[in-house]
Every structure is written in structure tokens, then in C-alpha cells.
């Protein structure tokens, strides 16, 4: 073999490659302010990029355009058109706050419904229970008749297609000094109180009460009516190519424009340009709120007896509220401190933190009904005596919280998060405690002794 052609093709080979990823980056660098055109139709379309910040309301839009069909000084006009579609009308409440007669603070409130546009207005339609709900059109199994119990719900009425509007009430059993409220998924156009003299003010669809006297009386009361923006719905752009208004690179023929708009509703829209005396149709596309998913239960017993010898099995469900259309949740993740768990191996507690591994994801099990799921899994729990010291299982509290990621990784908040913490309590024969419904003076005498 002739060393040196074998050298020379392998120096010519290696030249290729660079100049290759030479190529490569200068792609990459040119093209770096456009990122998942949405639309390419053809060589001399436009490549356009439209992204929606729901947290601030703000419609980003890239749109790149052949160095041969306009001049990068000029600018560019566009506009996005809403498509009515009812079913792209979602809202929910969130950050809801209460405050009854003597002030404290510490009042419970029950899970609020969500709005669909095309769906009808679900509550308890029993007026024995202490949920019932005048407004619902269909029952949705919630109805409670503890009269030994508090009920407080923020409840959004049935959506009218023709004012583009609906009702928000409260459900309570006890009587209402303040209240607070926030609407999220769709943004407030106009409030019409219904309740006289109680609106204090409206933040960014934030509502909040006034000091209210006299109260609101336990029962079923309407608060306001909410106005959404309503069809048509046009919203013009200009897009600059001067490095202002969210354009990086000037004059590189890749325009941007950065608004907030006034109106605006979820949903799908049509996207037009006009350049070069022309108007050009992009396809359609959608704006979607997409809302964090949430926990709205954890099926979980309060404590666990470890067997003596065999491994015990601890099985429990978490149940999940997605308000997008189809289930949209990716994954359900528990984890748990275990800082109060010891054994004889190591008696000292551990460190208060939450720890969790990528194998602690939890099962889809069934679906409950609209927009829920239920999640499940099962945790093998070591025997409480072993000849190995390593396998033996620990007791004490451990305790587990759970986190909800949906496919664009929208985790449930922190608040939900700490809402629906649970205890755990790991027991065995010996640890001291008679442990009603697992031990007694036969299973157990070291614990259940007279």
C-alpha cells in the first residue's frame, strides 16, 4: 500500500469535512433568528414564525423574505384574523381568595370549574345539597349533603355565543366580607357588576372586592358578568428590519415585530402579508393558551405495616386536571423525604429535602371524566427484619409530593404542589406504637401489651 496517497486522501478527506461544517455554520448563523417556520409553500415564500407569550400577552412574529423581492429598509405590513371557533374558548379561575365575616383567613375553597365555549355549564343540580348549583345544565356528580361542612366554589356560568359572555358566581355556606379572583385563559375586554358596589378593581384580569357591608349572605349569589372580546378580531402587525422591535441582525431581510395586543382570544387564526404590491396568504395556524396542569386528589393510605419477612406492596392514585383539549399530560412524578424514615442500620434521620429518580413516574390508569385522569403506581416496601441489614425497611413518616409536567414541560405550581402533600406512616411489629387496624395483643405483643 503507498503510504503517501494513503496520507493524501486522508488530508483531502478531512478538508471536505471542514469546509463542510464550515458551510454548516454559516447556515446556521445566518438563519439564527428564525426557528420552526410554520409556513413554507414554495422557494419564494416567505418563512414566517409566530409564537404567543401567554404570560405577557405578547405576539412575537419573524418573517423572512428573499433578498430579491424587497428592500430590507422598507417595512412590512401583516395581520393575523381570528377564526370563530367556540371550542377554542377555554377559561378557568385561579388565585381565588375569600374572606368571611370575622376576617380569618383560613377558609377553604373548593376546585372552581372551567369555561368551554361549546360545552354546557356543569355543577350540582340537587337543591337538597349544600353545592347545589341554579346555573348548571348538567350534573356533574360533585353534589355534597354534609350539613356538618363548609362549601366556598367560584363558579363560571354557561358561555352566550352571541355576547361573547359569561356569568361568575359563588357557592357558599357561609357569609362573604372580601373576594378575589383571577381569570386566566382569556382576557377581560368588560365587567359588568351584578352584585351592587362590589368590584374594587381590575389587575391584569386579576378582580378584586371591596370591603363589603353588608356582606354577601350564604346561598347562591352572582357576582359580575365578563365580557371577552368579540368577533371579528383583527390584529395588524408591522414588521421592521432595523434591529428594533424584536429584530436582532438590520437589514438581513428578516423582519419582527413584537406587540400586545388589546384584544385578543386563543385559538386559530389566518396569517396575511403584503410586500412587492402583493398579498400573500399563509396558512392557518393556532395561538393556544395552554394552562398548567393541576392535582385535584391523591388517593393515598395514611400508613403502611411492613411484614415481618415478605416484601408489602403500597399502591396509590393521584388524580389530574388538564382544562386543554386531550390529554395533554406527559408525565405524573412523585418524590419523597425520606428524612424520617430509620432502622437499625441507620437510626439517625436524614436530610429534609425531596429526592426523586427518573424510574418514579407514575402510570396512566383511567380516565374520570372530562379533562381528568387518574394515575397510579406501586411501591415495593422491604420486609421489616432481614439476615441482610441493607434490606431491611425502614419506619418512621415519609412523605410525598407530586409533580405534573404536560407536553410542552407546563409543570402544576408550587401551590398545588404543597396543596396536596401527604404523610405516610411506615409501621412494624416492635417500633412501639400499637397500631390500630394492623396490631394487637395476638399479632403483636411488644406493642399492643396491656
Request: proline share 4%.
Amino acid at each position: 500500500m503507498d503510504v503517501n496517497k494513503y496520507i493524501s486522501f486522508i488530508k483531502l478527506t478531512m478538508k471536505m469535512y471542514i469546509q463542510l461544517i464550515v458551510i454548516l455554520c454559516c447556515i446556521i448563523i445566518i438563519s439564527c433568528e428564525i426557528s420552526d417556520p410554520i409556513s413554507l409553500n414554495s422557494e419564494n415564500d416567505p418563512i414566517v414564525f409566530i409564537d404567543y407569550n401567554q404570560d405577557l400577552n405578547q405576539i412575537f412574529t419573524s418573517v423572512s423574505i428573499g433578498e430579491s423581492q424587497i428592500d430590507s429598509d422598507s417595512t412590512l405590513s401583516a395581520s393575523l384574523v381570528w377564526i370563530e371557533s367556540p371550542q377554542n374558548i377555554i377559561g378557568c379561575i385561579e388565585n381565588d381568595s375569600l374572606m368571611p365575616v370575622d376576617f380569618s383567613m383560613n377558609i377553604k375553597i373548593n376546585e372552581s370549574n372551567c369555561i368551554y365555549g361549546n360545552s354546557n355549564n356543569r355543577g350540582c343540580m340537587d337543591e337538597l345539597a349544600i353545592n347545589y348549583d341554579p346555573y348548571a345544565v348538567e350534573d356533574d356528580n360533585s353534589c355534597s349533603y354534609d350539613m356538618n361542612l363548609n362549601w366556598h366554589q367560584f363558579k363560571l356560568g354557561q358561555f352566550d355565543i352571541e355576547t361573547y359572555s359569561f356569568p361568575i358566581y359563588l357557592i357558599s355556606t357561609t357569609n362573604i366580607q372580601w373576594f378575589q379572583f383571577e381569570l386566566i385563559g382569556l382576557k377581560i375586554d368588560s365587567l359588568v357588576e351584578v352584585y351592587p358596589n362590589s368590584i374594587d378593581n381590575i389587575n391584569n384580569n386579576l378582580v378584586t372586592s371591596q370591603f363589603l357591608f353588608p356582606a354577601i349572605e350564604s346561598g347562591i349569589t352572582e357576582l359580575c358578568s365578563i365580557y371577552i372580546p368579540k368577533p371579528p378580531l383583527n390584529i395588524e402587525l408591522i414588521l421592521f428590519d432595523n434591529g428594533n422591535n424584536g429584530d436582532i441582525i438590520e437589514q438581513n431581510n428578516i423582519f419582527h415585530s413584537i406587540i400586545n395586543p388589546n384584544q385578543f382570544l386563543p385559538g386559530e387564526y389566518q396569517f396575511s402579508i403584503s410586500y412587492s404590491n402583493k398579498i400573500n396568504i399563509i396558512e392557518n395556524f393556532n395561538l393556544i393558551y395552554n394552562f398548567a396542569p393541576k392535582i385535584i386528589s391523591v388517593e393515598m393510605p395514611d400508613s403502611i405495616m411492613l411484614h415481618d419477612s415478605l416484601y408489602t406492596s403500597l399502591e396509590f392514585f393521584v388524580n389530574v386536571f388538564d382544562a386543554n383539549y386531550g390529554n395533554d399530560i406527559k408525565n405524573v412524578k412523585y418524590l419523597i423525604n425520606v428524612a424520617g424514615l430509620t432502622n437499625d442500620l441507620y437510626p439517625e434521620e436524614g436530610d429534609d429535602i425531596f429526592i426523586s429518580d427518573p424510574s418514579w413516574n407514575m402510570e396512566y390508569h383511567n380516565w374520570i371524566e372530562k379533562n381528568t385522569y387518574r394515575f397510579k403506581t406501586v411501591i415495593p416496601m422491604k420486609p421489616a427484619k432481614s439476615e441482610t441489614p441493607e434490606e431491611e425497611g425502614k419506619t418512621g413518616k415519609a412523605i410525598f409530593r407530586f409533580n405534573i409536567y404536560d407536553n410542552q414541560n407546563k409543570k402544576n405550581t408550587l401551590i398545588n404542589e404543597s396543596q396536596f402533600e401527604k404523610s405516610l406512616w411506615v409501621l412494624k411489629c416492635g417500633d412501639g406504637i400499637c397500631s390500630d387496624g394492623f396490631e394487637n395483643e395476638s399479632t403483636c405483643v411488644e406493642d399492643c401489651f396491656e
